[in-house]
C-alpha cells in the first residue's frame, strides 16, 4: 500500500498548461470539462509585483467529501489513497460535484457519470508518472508516495519550508501539495476567473 | 455577469440530489465508459512536432487511424521526454474538420479575395501552375516568381525550389520579421550564427538577464527546461521589459524599462564593468579586438544618462553591472529570437554580444556554448543554379554572387545583409522595381499575420498574375490564392531530416503516424511532382521518399529502417573554446579572427562599427506604444483553430496599466477597440486591466484576430497586432523590419457577439 500524492513547486510552474493538455489528450476529456486548469493572479502594484501561477486539480484528499454524500458507492478511495470513480455504479446525480470544494469534477454526458482526475492511475499502474507530471517542462510536478521516506516527493517535502494546501479550512487533508507560494500570505484563496 | 462556477454548481446540485434519491430505481442502463484508446492496440512512431519551429522530438501512440496522444521522448535533445501544450494539442490538428482538404483552383473571373473556388485534382492543379510558371519565366524571367515560406517543408518550397528554378526571392519570416538582426550581429561579433536552438549553456550559469525575452510565455520547450533548471540550480534572474512578464514573475529583479531604450542600459553596463575595472581582462586580451576604441566610445554612455534615457535607477545599473561581474563567466544575457523592434536592431545585439564578451562567457561553462551542425550529407543532386537566398535562423549565407545570367535579389541594396528581407519583395509585385515579380508561392507562412502593412501586401496580391498557397487550413491569405494546394500535416508525413546546431548535434526523423487524410499530400510530393511539370525533374533524381531518406542516412553509416527504430541521432559536438584550442582550431570566422568588439566591416559599410544609441520614435498624444508577445499555448497565428488549446485561451487581451484605465474610464470585463496612428481598428478585444504594464506601452499577445470565415474557432477571436502594424522602421545592416514604432489608442467597445468555443467544437462534431 501507498500514499500516493503530488507537489507543485509555484516557484517552477509558469502558467504555460502543458499539464492541462497532457490531461486532455490522454484521457480525452470531453469539450468543455477539464481535469486540470490553471489558475493566474497578480498580487501587488507597480512594479513591486509578483504572480501566481497555480495549476489545480482533484486534490485526492484523505477526507474526501465526495466519498460519504454518494449514493451508490460509485465515488470511492483506493488501498493507495486514490479517490476514483466506479462508472458502472455512478448515476451522474452530482452530488459529489457538489461536495468538492475545488469544483474537480464534472459529468461527463456522453458516458452518464461523474469524472475527474485520477492520477492518471492507468499510466501508473505501468510504472509511469501521471501525464501531467511527465511533460511539464519546468519540472514544477512531483508524484509519488507519501508514506516512503526515501521517494522523491517525500524527501523534497522534508527539505521544504512552506507548504500550503487548497482550502485548508475544509478539513478534506489533501494530497496534492504546494510548495513555494510567491505570496508570502501563501495561496491566493478566492476563487477567481482563471 | 457571469455567475461563479462555485455558487452555480452548488444551486444545481441541491436540485440534482433531490431528484436522484427518489429517481435512482429509474435510472435503468447506462453507457458504461467506452475503452480509453490507450486499451488498444497502440502503435508508436517517431515525429518531429511542428506546433512550433522549435521542434521536438516526439514519439505518436497512433490506434489505427488516429493519433491519440504525443509525447516527448528522453533520447531526443530537444524534447528530453516533456513536451509544451502546444506540442501536446498536436493531433487536433489533424482531426479539424476545417482543414484543407481537396486541391482548389479559383473560378476564374473572380477577384481575388472573394474566396471563390472549385474543386480540383493534383493532376490539373499542378499542371495549372507549372504553365503559368513557364510563361511567368519566358515572359518576365524565373526571378519573376517568389517563394515565401515557414516550417519544416520551407526546405522545398524556399530553399531548393527557388534555387533549382533560377530565383534569388525567396524568403522566409523567420528572418527579416524575427531573427535577422541578432543573427547579422552575431556574424558581424563572432563570425558564427545564433541559430535556431539558441546556445546557451543555461544549467551552469549563475546569472541570467533577459531583455524582452518572454521565456515562460514562448514556450520553447528545452530552453524553457533549462531555464527552470537553472533557477533550480540557484542563478539569479534579472527580466529587463516595459511588462512583467512571466519571465518576470520568477525573476530577482524586474527593471521595467522605458520601451526602445534598451541599448542606452547596455551601453551603461559595458560602461561599469570597464570604468570599474569589472571586465574579464584575460579574456578580452586574448579573443578580442578594438578593446582600446571601445574605451573611448564607452565614456559618455554613464549609468546617471542611461537613467534619462531608460527611467532605471543609476544606482540599479550599477548595481546589475558588479552583480553580473561577480558572477562571470557565469553570467549571461542570452540573446532573444524576436529581435525586430525599433529598426536599430542589430546595433542593440552587438551591444548584448559585446557586453557577453566583456564577462568572458562565449565559449565557455555559464555562458554560451560554441554550436556544431551534425554532419550529414545532401542527397546527391546536379548542381543548383542558384544557392538558396532565404536564410534561416541560422542568419546569412556567404554567398552574395549572383551567377552569370541571373538577377539579383529584387531586395539587394536597400540593406547590408546577404538574406532576403520579406517585406522588402512585396513593394516590386507592386511597382515592378527593380524588376517585376509577377508570381508567389506561400508555403505555411501566414502573409497577412507576419508581414506588416497588410493593405500593401492585398494590393501586392491583386497586381500579381500566379499566386500559389499551400497550406493546411483555409486561412484567410489563402482563400486569395489562384490554386490552393492542401497539405497532409505534419503528422501524416515525411518530411526532410531536421539537423539541429548543438552542444551535441544531432538529426531528427518524422514517420507519418498513417496515410494522409482527405486528397492531401507531403510537400516533397507536391514540390517534386511540380519540379517534374517546370523543366526541373533532374534535380529529383529519387523516386520516393524513403529512397531520399535513405540514402543521406548512409551518409552517416545508417539506413533509413534504424533511423525509424532510434528517431533521433546524437553526434559529438565541440562545444567550448578549450575543445577547439585541443585541436589548434579557431572558432570565430570574422576578418580578425577574433571577437570584434570594434567591428571593421561595419566601418567600411559605412555603419557605427560600434554600437551608439538612438532614442526610440516618441509616443504622440493620447497615443500607447503597442507591444506584443507570446502565449504559451499558441503559436504565431497557427494555432487558434485547435480545438484543444483554443479550450485553453480563446482569445487575447489588451493589457492596459490599471491608472490608465481608470483615467479612460476602462472597467473590468470592458472590451476595447484599438486603433493605430494610420486609422487602422482591431477588435473588440477584452481590456486586461493590469499593474503589470507601464503607462506608455500596451501590450497583446500575437496571432488572434483572424478574419478567415473557413476557420471556425479562430474567425473573428481578438486583436491581430499585425494588422496594426502598418508601419515599420527597416534595419539598414540586417533588413530586418522593427515593428515596435506603431501606436494605438482604445475606444471602448460593445463586447463581442460569438459562440462559445466549446459550443463551437461540439457543433463541428455533431
Known amino acids: 500500500m501507498a500514499r500516493l500524492g503530488m507537489l507543485i513547486d509555484l516557484s517552477a510552474c509558469v502558467g504555460c498548461a502543458a499539464c492541462a493538455v497532457a490531461c486532455k489528450m490522454e484521457n480525452q476529456v470531453p469539450a468543455g470539462a477539464n481535469r486540470l486548469w490553471i489558475r493566474e493572479r497578480e498580487v501587488g502594484v507597480f512594479p513591486d509585483l509578483t504572480v501566481e501561477f497555480r495549476p489545480e486539480q482533484c ?9 460519504p454524500v454518494c449514493p451508490t458507492g460509485a465515488s470511492y478511495q483506493t488501498q493507495d489513497g486514490l479517490v476514483q470513480v ?62 516512503d521516506p526515501n521517494s522523491e516527493i517525500s524527501k523534497t517535502l522534508e527539505a521544504a519550508g512552506r507548504q500550503d494546501v487548497l482550502r485548508p479550512d475544509m478539513g478534506t487533508r489533501p494530497k496534492v501539495i504546494y510548495l513555494n507560494a510567491p505570496s508570502k500570505k501563501g495561496l491566493t484563496q478566492e476563487v477567481m476567473e482563471s | 455577469m457571469k455567475l461563479p462556477r462555485r455558487s452555480f454548481l452548488k444551486l444545481s446540485a441541491a436540485t440534482v440530489g433531490a431528484v436522484s434519491l427518489g429517481g435512482a430505481a429509474t435510472l435503468t442502463s447506462r453507457a458504461k465508459a467506452a475503452p480509453a484508446w490507450y486499451t488498444k492496440e497502440v502503435k508508436q512512431v517517431f515525429q518531429i512536432c511542428e506546433n512550433c519551429f522549435w521542434r521536438c522530438g516526439i514519439r505518436a501512440s497512433v490506434v489505427g487511424n488516429r493519433v491519440y496522444k504525443v509525447d516527448g521522448y528522453k533520447e531526443n535533445p530537444k524534447s528530453r521526454g516533456m513536451l509544451c501544450p502546444r506540442g501536446q494539442a498536436a493531433p487536433a490538428q489533424t482531426y479539424d474538420p476545417d482543414r484543407l482538404k481537396k486541391p482548389l483552383i479559383r473560378i476564374e473571373g473572380s477577384e481575388r479575395g472573394a474566396g471563390k473556388y472549385r474543386e480540383a485534382t493534383w493532376e490539373e492543379a499542378l499542371d495549372y501552375i507549372a504553365k503559368k510558371m513557364l510563361g511567368l519565366k519566358e515572359q518576365y524571367g524565373p526571378e519573376s516568381i517568389a517563394f515565401f515560406g515557414h516550417g519544416t517543408g520551407d ?88 511588462r512583467f512578464s512571466t519571465a518576470a514573475a520568477k525573476a530577482d529583479r524586474w527593471l521595467p524599462i522605458k520601451p526602445g531604450t534598451d541599448t542606452a542600459l547596455l551601453l551603461a553596463w559595458i560602461h561599469v564593468l570597464i570604468s570599474e575595472n569589472l571586465y574579464d581582462k584575460a579574456y578580452v586580451e586574448k579573443y578580442t579586438v578594438g578593446m582600446d576604441k571601445l574605451v573611448a566610445h564607452i565614456k559618455p554612455y554613464t549609468p546617471e544618462w542611461a537613467e534619462q534615457q531608460t527611467e532605471i535607477p543609476a544606482q540599479v545599473i550599477r548595481e546589475v553591472a558588479r552583480e553580473m561581474a561577480q558572477h562571470k563567466p557565469k553570467a549571461v544575457l542570452p540573446p532573444t ?106 508555403y505555411g507562412i501566414n502573409l497577412f499575420h507576419a508581414i506588416p502593412n497588410v493593405p500593401r501586401t492585398k494590393e501586392a496580391l491583386k497586381n500579381l498574375e500566379l499566386y500559389v498557397a499551400i497550406d493546411v487550413l483555409p486561412q484567410e491569405h489563402v482563400m486569395w490564392a489562384d490554386v ?241 502594424q502598418t508601419r515599420y522602421t527597416l534595419d539598414r545592416i540586417s533588413g530586418g523590419a522593427g515593428l515596435r514604432n506603431n501606436f494605438v489608442k482604445l475606444e471602448k467597445a460593445p463586447a463581442p457577439k460569438l459562440k462559445s468555443v466549446v459550443k463551437l467544437i461540439k457543433e463541428r462534431r455533431a
Open chain 2, 484 to 724: 490552393i494546394l492542401p497539405e497532409a500535416t505534419y503528422l501524416e508525413r515525411y518530411d526532410d531530416f531536421v539537423t539541429v546546431s548543438h552542444k551535441t548535434p544531432f538529426i531528427q526523423l518524422r514517420v507519418p503516424a498513417h496515410e494522409p487524410l482527405y486528397d492531401t499530400k507531403p510537400g516533397w510530393w507536391i514540390a517534386k511532382e511540380l519540379g517534374k511539370r517546370i523543366g526541373l525533374e533532374q534535380y529529383f533524381p529519387w523516386q520516393t521518399i524513403e529512397e531520399y531518406l535513405d540514402t543521406r542516412m548512409q551518409s552517416v553509416g545508417l539506413d533509413l529502417e534504424t533511423m525509424k527504430s532510434m528517431g533521433t541521432m546524437v553526434q559529438n559536438g565541440k562545444p567550448w573554446l578549450s575543445d577547439w584550442e585541443k585541436e589548434g582550431q579557431n572558432p570565430f570566422n570574422t576578418p580578425s579572427g577574433k571577437i570584434e568588439l570594434y567591428s571593421e566591416s561595419l566601418a567600411k559599410a559605412g555603419f557605427d562599427p560600434l554600437p551608439k544609441y538612438e532614442p526610440p520614435q516618441p509616443v504622440p498624444e493620447g497615443y500607447y506604444r503597442l507591444l506584443y508577445g507570446r502565449s504559451p499555448v499558441h503559436t504565431f497565428a497557427r494555432t487558434q483553430n485547435n480545438p484543444v488549446l483554443m479550450e485553453m485561451e480563446s482569445s487575447n487581451s489588451v493589457w492596459l496599466n490599471a491608472e490608465e484605465a481608470a483615467r479612460l474610464g476602462f472597467k473590468p470585463g470592458d472590451y476595447a477597440y484599438l486603433i493605430n496612428q494610420d486609422g487602422v481598428r482591431e477588435g473588440p478585444v477584452r481590456v486586461k486591466i493590469t499593474q503589470r504594464i507601464r503607462k506608455d506601452a500596451v501590450y497583446i499577445t500575437h496571432g488572434f484576430g483572424h478574419k478567415a470565415k473557413g476557420m471556425t474557432l479562430a474567425d473573428g477571436r481578438g486583436a491581430s497586432d499585425s494588422y496594426l
Open chain 2, 337 to 442: 529570437r524576436h529581435t525586430v523592434w525599433y529598426g536599430n536592431d542589430t546595433q542593440r545585439m552587438r551591444a548584448s554580444y559585446i557586453l557577453n564578451a566583456l564577462l568572458g562567457n562565449y565559449g565557455r561553462e555559464g555562458g554560451f556554448y560554441i554550436a556544431m551542425p551534425p554532419y550529414l550529407e545532401k542527397y546527391p543532386t546536379p548542381p543548383l543554379p542558384l544557392e538558396p537566398a532565404a536564410g534561416g535562423c541560422a542568419g546569412p549565407t556567404a554567398v552574395d554572387k549572383e551567377p552569370e545570367g541571373y538577377k539579383p535579389r529584387a531586395d539587394k541594396g536597400k540593406f547590408l545583409a546577404k538574406t532576403t528581407a520579406i517585406q522588402e519583395l512585396i513593394e516590386p509585385m507592386i511597382t515592378g522595381q527593380p524588376y517585376p515579380i509577377k508570381g508567389l508561392f506561400a
Open chain 1, 59 to 67: 486534490n485526492h484528499c484523505e477526507n474526501p467529501p465526495c466519498v
Open chain 1, 86 to 147: 466506479d462508472y458502472n455504479k455512478c448515476i451522474a446525480c452530482g452530488a459529489c460535484i457538489a461536495a468538492c470544494p475545488y469544483d474537480a469534477r464534472y459529468i461527463d454526458k456522453k458516458g452518464g457519470y461523474a469524472d475527474k482526475c485520477t492520477f492518471c492511475s492507468h499510466r501508473v499502474a505501468k510504472g509511469q508518472q501521471p501525464a501531467c507530471v511527465e511533460t511539464c517542462p519546468t519540472y514544477a510536478r512531483i508524484f509519488g508516495d507519501l508514506d
Open chain 2, 155 to 242: 526546405g522545398w518550397f524556399v530553399d531548393f525550389l527557388p534555387a533549382a528554378w533560377g530565383s534569388p526571392n525567396a524568403a522566409k519570416p523567420s528572418v527579416s520579421l524575427c531573427t535577422a538582426p541578432r543573427e547579422v550581429a552575431a556574424q558581424y561579433t563572432f563570425g558564427r550564427a545564433i541559430g535556431g536552438h539558441e546556445p546557451i549553456d543555461w544549467p551552469n550559469t549563475k546569472y541570467i538577464v533577459l531583455i524582452g525575452h518572454h521565456i515562460g510565455e514562448d514556450t520553447h520547450n528545452t530552453q524553457l527546461q533549462e531555464f527552470s533548471e537553472a533557477r533550480k540550480n540557484g542563478a539569479k534572474l534579472v527580466v529587463v521589459d516595459p
